[in-house]
């Protein structure tokens, strides 16, 4: 059955009788005007691998068609997509809807599909089906940290097409850290000509041992029109994340002003760094303008400010910070660290933008228009909803893909927490604590991959998939789930995962180059290490 076949699970599937549609020579798409995007994806994608033509034409002749209907009743992002032996119909609430059901209908094909050429004489038939579909929550998103390693532009772009293949639809694009400052600033030329890049990098968990290779890159501005542009063909909302006030060493180092320490370089270490911002004007006024040129090339609604793990023993010996705590009537470093966020939820506001930090921007007062992400557990979420804050459930220990992935001494990176496939797929971005109306205070979910131990696509591959299909069906699927019945629709998916190249981790171990040491410096026996800095 095709249910069995595509990740993330539809909501209400049925079969159908007959051969189905067999896709020709004369097989030709058909679309309406706010379908023509998806018409033009899922050509260029079937085209490729099938050898075919696949016209896009208008007329009684076309096979397959593509509509956008509001009217249909079927919910935001939601499709309905129609085989039989006559042709195949995609409609959608909005075009976003057509897109998943475009994917969808993609899935219904053989896994060779996915490759990049046609090989062999597959034939191309589209079994009879009737689905009606539509994601459980409106944020299903993903995190990648591309400042502790730098991942190349094309790579970020396959990275958005896997994301689009599991109807995932944010990317939360971490692109500032005290290891690397990643996006072009044209004011502030320094970020990029002195914080893109460090001098060597600390080798696995071994503090104080580093590997002697300068590691850097950064992406022009238009790079990132393209990454955005990109996304956005394929129904994904791009949020940058500029982080402060901590991790911000790579920023101090290319403008010391910035800091609490003067000349310092991008660092070379992984955990949490007590170098931080300073709180005065200048640097407000600094990171505003640097906000300025971001929210000029991200169009998206949320701008995140980071906000976590911000150590604050430096302002506690900073006579300026101390003064501005006095001035603005604060407490003591928490609140002072709200109030240095507030700064830019009143500046997003002005400008229609919102906040969106990790759950430290709870203490000492949350800005009023701020979303939070719960990383810390489920806690602040829960607290976050309850005083009536959006919330984007990521706890560590069911959202982080820099996690290990089984106790075998086999896993090449074992930080954290144990982080299983079934572990995964078993989470509800819903915590139970909450009633009905909190509940919907949360927009829903996302994984995050931090790089610290990921240096490279490859090794991106191997901590992110088939964990990141799991989490895709949480946040798309209806509530109940069952991790048996999932098994087998997943190991077809993992076929389509062979045809486009990803190096997943095997359901069943790492292959051998895949296996310990993939950080050089751990050794059997030291398993159970759990790093100071969590990720975030």
Known sequence: ???????????????????????????????????????????????????????????????????????????????????????????????????????????????????????????????????????????????????????????????????????????????????????????????????SWRHESQVGARRQVFDGRPHGGFYTQDDIREIVAYAAERHITVIPEIDVP??????????????EVGDTEVWREWGVN????????????????????????????????????????????????QQRMRDEGLANEDELQSWFIRQFDSYFAEKGRRLLGWDEILEGGLAPGATVMSWRGTEGGIAAAKAGHDVVMCPTATSYLDYRQSESEDEPIPVGSLLRLEDVYAADPVPAELTEEAAERVLGGQVNVWTEHMDSPRTVDFMAYPRLSAFAETVWSPHRRDFAEFLPRLRHHLERLDAIGVEYRPLDGPNPWQRRPGIPGWTPGNLAWTPDDPGA
């Open 1 to 195: 059955m095709p249910e069995h076949q595509i990740v993330p699970r539809p909501v209400q599937i049925a079969g159908g009788d007959g051969p189905g549609l067999a896709l020709t020579e004369a097989t030709r798409i058909d679309s309406d005007s706010d379908s023509r995007g998806t018409a033009r994806w899922l050509r260029a994608e079937l085209a490729t691998a099938t050898g075919l033509p696949l016209p896009l034409d208008s007329g009684d002749e076309s096979q397959i068609r593509l509509t956008v209907d509001p009217e249909a009743g079927l919910g935001a992002e939601g499709y309905r997509l129609i085989v039989d032996d006559a042709g195949a119909l995609i409609v959608g609430n909005d075009p976003a809807g057509v897109f998943y059901g475009a994917q969808t209908l993609r899935q219904l094909l053989p896994p060779a599909s996915y490759r990049s050429a046609r090989i062999g004489t597959d034939t191309w038939t589209l079994p009879p089906v009737h689905i009606s579909d539509g994601p459980r929550f409106g944020w299903r998103g993903c995190m990648l940290d591309v400042a502790r390693h730098f991942m190349p532009k094309h790579d970020v772009l396959r990275f958005i097409d896997l994301m689009a293949m599991h109807k995932l639809n944010v990317f939360h694009f971490h692109l500032t850290e005290d290891q690397g400052w990643r996006i072009e600033i044209k004011r502030y030329p320094r970020l990029t000509e002195v914080g």
């Open 246 to 259: 901590g991790h911000s060493q790579a920023a101090i180092a290319a403008y010391p002003e910035l800091g």
């Open 274 to 321: 007590p170098t931080i911002l300073n709180v005065s004007d200048a640097t407000i006024e600094f990171y505003r303008n640097v906000f300025d040129e971001v929210m000029e090339l991200f169009p998206s609604t949320y701008i995140c400010v980071g906000g976590d793990e911000c150590p604050k023993e430096q302002w506690r010996t900073s006579e300026s910070a």
